[in-house]
């Protein structure tokens, strides 16, 4: 009896494989045969679940963002107090950049200039609707602070803008070089300068 293929799991492989190929060649350069190679199957197979390359970097970044959504979800829930909420969100970007999830690190910086550089890219990707997203968590987490009595009333969504642009600005520095410092930390300081400043009383 011939063994049954579990198509998700098939095509989960693909995306993983795409993005180490993605991060080390760069999108420009990659081929479906190299994405092939790396998932160890044939060309023609990758072309079952995805019509081109594009399909697959788009799928690829939707990939991508659910790990993202994984993380976070997972450190949120383990919390009650808000502001250490923020701070575990921190942690939790930090977290993908870390080990394993390397690659995806690498590849955030091509999602983001195909974005800009191609319209169509661009509108399948939707990186406004990622950033909103991320802006609604952000701001859930400041008007609980705000709430709960644990900071100074804030325009939240201006302060979730900075927030995540302080924690975006120092990615983009620390994939440009690794040894300037440790993501991780940067992000937890960072991320309390801006808690520090919000407290009551300070």
Aim: aromatic share 8%; with cysteine.
């Amino acid at each position: 009896m011939p063994k049954k293929i579990n198509k998700e799991e098939k095509k989960a492989n693909i995306l993983e494989a795409s993005i180490k190929v993605f991060a080390k060649k760069g999108v420009a350069k990659t081929k479906i045969s190299d994405i092939a190679e790396a998932a160890d199957i044939g060309k023609g197979t990758i072309y079952e679940y995805f019509r081109s390359k594009d399909e697959i970097f788009v799928a690829s970044f939707h990939f991508f963002l659910e790990k993202v959504d994984s993380v976070i979800s997972r450190r949120l829930n383990r919390i009650s107090d808000p502001l250490e909420k923020l701070l575990a969100y921190s942690s939790a970007w930090a977290e993908i950049c870390e080990g394993n999830n390397l690659e995806y690190a690498t590849i955030v910086l091509d999602f983001w200039a195909e974005s800009i550089r191609n319209n169509r890219e661009a509108i399948a990707l939707n990186l406004v609707k990622v950033y909103d997203e991320n802006r609604k968590i952000v701001k859930s987490l400041l008007e609980d602070c705000i709430t709960k009595d644990k900071t100074s009333s804030v325009d939240t969504k201006i302060a979730a803008s900075i927030l995540i642009g302080s924690l975006e600005g120092l990615f983009i520095q620390w994939i440009l070089d690794r040894s300037a410092f440790d993501y991780k930390e940067a992000a937890k300081i960072s991320t309390k300068i801006i808690i520090d400043g919000l407290k009551k009383g300070d």
